[in-house]
């Protein structure tokens, strides 16, 4: 329903449902633990908050709807649109991704306690590397992906076959093996998924120090 969406959006915005406007609902329906909804009804106007707050709360939602987004929308023109939604669908996406991988490699190296350098675009194109780790005259690849509950590691993607090729190929030219590392968010916050690889980084370090 277009009057909803138009109701919650500018209510969320302007924060009118926030706890010190309308209370602790949640906490209070518990209190209350009511029967029938005419019984919560009363409880919340007796001891939350009075009828008459939450009619002048509707009369506030009414101002902004009315005097605030009407002005805001009037205010908009075709290149504005035009220019979001360029600006969300190719601007935002590339500021996600670089933050995910700058987020990610720093962790990586923090762990590892050794230098971790962004590849040169050659090695993105020829050998599907975002970053390398050098050790002594050889070089290790990383290549951070996306992960998630229903992520897999991308040998076993369309891509795979493709990417296997090149990373062989980063091995015997470089002498170190590339390592995919697949990030996720785990509150608010990039993390690491698949973290027994960096156990494996580690063992590729050793061997490539022995050489």
Known sequence: MAKEWILNSAMNRFQLNFKRNVGPTSEEIRKCAPKSLAEWRTY????????????ELGRKLYTKVTEVLVSEIEDLSLDDC?????QL???RTYDGYTTEIATIYGQLQDILGIPISPAPDAWDRLYNVDFFIKVNESFIGLQIKPGGPGAQLPQIHKEGTLQA????KFRKEFGGSVFYVMSVKKDKKKVIQNIEVVSEIRAEIVRLQKL
């Open 82 to 86: 035009i220019h979001y939604m360029h």
């Open 165 to 168: 090729a090149t990373h062989t």
């Open 89 to 91: 669908v190719i601007d």
């Open 44 to 55: 919340y106007y007796d001891r939350v908050r009075s009828k008459e707050h939450i009619d």
